[in-house]
């Protein structure tokens, strides 16, 4: 069974900074597709940022130049730098877990963390 945790939250002005981390264990190959969500109170979970099994990594545009998504494969550890917070980067922040199957291939079935929270103060 895959597990996830993440880790790094906390409260923030307007204009800071945080730094999230997630690690995934319990996959025997060891190695996952992970990305970043979020979700704030009467809205929809969104994906903040996700990296391609190719290396590569997609961010929503509200979050393009502030925040940098990064994974440390041997550590089965993913990251997210949070510059320039906003208010409306509040919210509980989710990773997700798949396993990687192969080079490019992510498994259908995923796993998510707990979440940790990010309140931005103006």
């Known amino acids: 069974q895959v597990q996830v945790v993440e880790s790094g939250g906390g409260s923030v002005q307007s204009g800071g900074s945080l730094r999230l981390s997630c690690a995934a264990s319990g996959y025997t190959s060891g190695r996952y597709c992970m990305a970043w969500f979020r979700q704030a109170p009467g809205k929809e979970r969104e994906v903040v940022a996700a990296v391609n099994p190719d290396g590569s990594t997609n961010y929503a545009d509200s979050v393009k130049g502030r925040f940098t998504a990064s994974q440390d494969s041997a550590k089965n550890t993913l990251y997210l730098q949070m510059n320039s917070l906003q208010p409306e980067d509040t919210a509980m922040y989710y990773c997700?877990?798949?396993?990687?199957?192969?080079?490019?291939?992510?498994?259908?079935?995923?796993?998510w963390g707990q979440g940790t929270q990010v309140t931005v103060s103006s």
């Open positions: 997700r877990a798949r396993r990687r199957l192969s080079t490019l291939i992510c498994s259908v079935d995923q796993y």
